[in-house]
């Protein structure tokens, strides 16, 4: 899964550097299910993963990744402002989810899965995207 590689492609600020690495989902127990049975018990880094799924937006908590599904899409502009200071790595699968202050948008094109990515979106967050996950989006911004 992309969601879980992005995690090996981003410099975390220090304070993020302790404790589990969390990846939130919203809205998608599919997805959620999948990077539980996945890679549930793996670690990034020096930090064992930890994967939580929110079923509201008032349920999210500090993520180092939060992928917001599709379903949830109205509220990327939100959360990426909420967020936005937390250093919280923001996922969408939707067209403007770049637009609306995502730093990575999953899009399906010619029978794919791809991604496109925000730097612009991420340093606005004080996160610092490698080249290499550059080399992996369609697109750049």
């Known amino acids: 899964m ?22 939130g989902v919203y809205g998608d127990k599919n997805v959620y299910d999948l990077l539980v049975k996945d890679h549930g018990n793996k670690t990034v880094g020096a930090q064992s993963l930890k994967v ?7 349920e ?3 993520c ?3 992928y917001i ?4 899409a109205a509220e990327v502009k939100d959360l990426a402002s909420k967020y936005k200071s937390q250093a919280s790595l923001i996922v969408s699968d939707r067209s403007e989810g770049l637009k609306n202050g995502a ?7 010619n029978n794919r899965i791809q991604f496109e990515i925000s730097k612009t979106n991420a340093t606005k967050s004080k996160l610092v995207l ?3 996950l550059a080399g992996y989006a369609v697109k750049v911004e």
């Open 64 to 66: 180092h990744i939060l």
């Open 60 to 62: 999210i908590e500090r």
């Open 130 to 132: 490698n080249s290499q």
């Open 2 to 23: 992309f969601v879980f590689r992005f995690a090996s492609l981003i410099d975390w600020p220090s304070n993020y550097k302790s404790g589990s690495f969390v990846i």
């Open 52 to 58: 939580k799924l929110f079923n509201s937006s008032s």
């Open 69 to 72: 599904d599709k379903s949830k």
């Open 103 to 109: 730093m990575i948008n999953f899009l399906f094109q």
